[in-house]
């Protein structure tokens, strides 16, 4: 009988810590389920952000193309000066303190050019597409004669020139040059960041304000180059480009060099501490509609930036672009007419929706109804579901 029972007791023993056993199992595989949940959540966040990153590269892309062929045409339009000026050139490698042959051989270059606008007046549209087509390829083959013949750093040593012609030509061949992108690490290489920065903070020309603008804006997107300006203390002195002139076109290729900056995760806080954020508000206040394009395209690199490395666990806190009043900027121009310069302000809401510590800021300035009308009325599939998404997901949003 005791046998028995002790049999009995024995077995309510062992199913009693079976049962313990199989219910730890159970819990331990439920929350590997949870975690593996979360997994999956957080890798489609992820590739929903890299879709929307590789988007906002190709129109950063195409932008970039449009200011490159808008700075190409300006040089462009002096056809017939390539010859004299690679004759110009020729000598001042020799010579640099040749100034008075380089103004006389100035004067006949415009001369040439007066005759070659009364002359194209004449031709029609196709001949002059057919003519600017010929004219960009000429004006590439003469770029890559220049440096093969005279070599970057003649070129650069003549922005540093007395004679104020032969500064301002050199200056554009510099920013043709960085145009392209085999030309970008040379002109880093030779000391032509440091040197253009220097005309932008000592120069008072406009013409050479503009094309030195152009040309940083151009080198700034390359990350040698970004580092160099940013160790330069480049932005502080881009953002102060704003109480130096208001010269539209000036101001559109800074704001275009402080957005191609924006892209880059390693300067973040340094942008915000050197004025580069405030700077970009004050420019838009300009009201210029590509100056406001750059801005928008720069609050969207910025906040991206951030986001990424909020998801990447790398960053926490409130967003930087808070503090300086973006949010109540993005939110007041989130239905202008430009479809592109909409799309970048779009996306930098939604971006910085992500972010959790910006919540009751989007509460205060009334910015989350604007994630729920890009979620209905943006004319972008992904961002509409990214909106839905952060909307969906974010618990301070739900109500």
């Known amino acids: 009988m ?9 077995c309510l023993q062992f199913f009693s810590w079976f049962w313990v056993q199989e219910n730890e199992e159970a819990n331990e595989l439920k929350i590997k389920l949870e975690e593996l949940s979360q997994m999956y959540e957080s890798t489609v966040d992820e590739l929903q ?19 490159v062929r808008d700075m190409k045409e300006r040089l462009l339009l002096e056809e017939k000066q390539r010859k004299q000026m690679e004759s110009e050139l020729s000598k001042l490698k020799k010579n640099l303190r040749e100034s008075e042959n ?31 087509k010929k004219s960009l390829s000429g004006q590439r083959a003469t770029m890559a004669r220049l440096c093969e013949e005279v070599g970057i750093q003649k070129i650069l040593q003549l922005i540093k020139s007395e004679d104020l ?17 085999a030309n970008q690490v040379k002109i880093v290489e030779e ?32 990350e040698k180059s970004q580092d160099l300006i940013m160790n330069k203390g480049g932005a502080q002195l881009l953002a102060k480009m704003v109480t130096k002139t208001d010269d539209p076109q000036t101001l559109r290729m800074v704001a275009g060099a402080l957005a191609n900056l924006c892209g880059n995760e390693k300067f973040l806080k340094l942008l915000k501490e050197e004025e580069g954020i405030k700077g970009l508000l004050t420019m838009a206040q300009s009201g210029n509609i590509d100056i406001i394009a750059q801005v928008a395209r720069g609050m969207a690199n910025f906040a991206k930036c951030e986001t990424r490395e909020i998801m990447q666990g790398r960053r926490k806190g409130r967003s930087l672009l808070l503090e300086e009043g973006v949010l109540e900027w993005l939110t007041s121009n989130s239905h202008i007419d430009s479809a592109s310069t909409q799309r970048h302000i779009e996306l930098a809401l939604c971006h910085l929706a992500q972010n959790e510590e910006n919540a009751n800021d989007f509460k205060r300035t009334g910015s989350v109804t604007e994630i729920v009308r890009i979620s209905v009325e943006s004319s972008r599939d992904d961002i509409r579901s990214l909106a839905k998404k952060i909307l969906k997901t974010n618990p301070y949003f739900s109500s």
């Open 2 to 10: 005791t046998v028995s029972i002790s049999c009995k007791n024995f």
């Open 49 to 67: 952000t890299v879709k929307l990153d590789y988007d906002d590269l190709l129109q950063q892309k195409e932008k970039l193309g449009e200011e």
């Open 102 to 132: 380089v103004v006389e051989e100035k004067r006949y270059m415009k001369e040439d050019l007066s005759k070659g606008s009364a002359e194209s007046g004449a031709q029609t549209g196709s001949q002059r597409s057919q003519g600017l």
């Open 165 to 181: 012609e032969v500064q301002i030509q050199a200056v554009k061949v510099v920013a043709n040059l960085a145009a392209e992108e």
């Open 191 to 222: 000391g032509g960041v440091e040197a253009l920065l220097m005309l932008v903070q000592s120069s008072q020309n406009s013409t050479i304000l503009r094309v030195a603008s152009g040309a940083i804006a151009n080198l700034a997107m390359n």
